[in-house]
Nanobody, 118 residues
Framework: VQLQASGGGLVQRGGSLSLSCESS????????MGWFHQAPGKEREVVSC????????TYADSVKGRFAISRDFAKNSVYLQMNSLKPEDTGVYYC????????????WGRGTQVTVSS
């Protein structure tokens, strides 16, 4: 199983980035897919998750209204559109595949760095 995250980079406050995570070796119709954020010196936290069954989405309070998660079963991929970025959004973003959005992921991607300058 491999999860490859991409799309990170350096952006100014208020800017946008779009992250992608492509999976291989995994049947995504059995897994939710989530994005997780690890800020420097802090623990990894869930940002957003999308369920496998009905596409229900969840968001951390800190990103509601700014981030949007989506998935493409045909491409075995999940995406995170990040708008109105803030310096506190800086960190490494990981994609993960939990069985359910309220469970920890069974598999993790390597992560992609997002840096938001002020």
């Amino acid at each position: 199983v491999q999860l490859q995250a991409s799309g990170g980079g350096l952006v100014q406050r208020g800017g946008s980035l779009s992250l992608s995570c492509e999976s291989s070796g995994l049947s995504l119709n059995k897994y939710a897919m989530g994005w997780f954020h690890q800020a420097p010196g802090k623990e990894r936290e869930v940002v957003s998750c999308i369920s496998s069954r009905d596409g229900e989405t969840t968001y951390a309070d800190s990103v509601k209204g700014r981030f949007a998660i989506s998935r493409d079963f045909a491409k075995n991929s999940v995406y995170l559109q990040m708008n109105s970025l803030k310096p506190e959004d800086t960190g490494v973003y990981y994609c993960g595949t939990p069985r359910r959005c309220d469970w920890p992921p069974d598999y993790w991607g390597r992560g992609t760095q997002v840096t938001v300058s002020s």
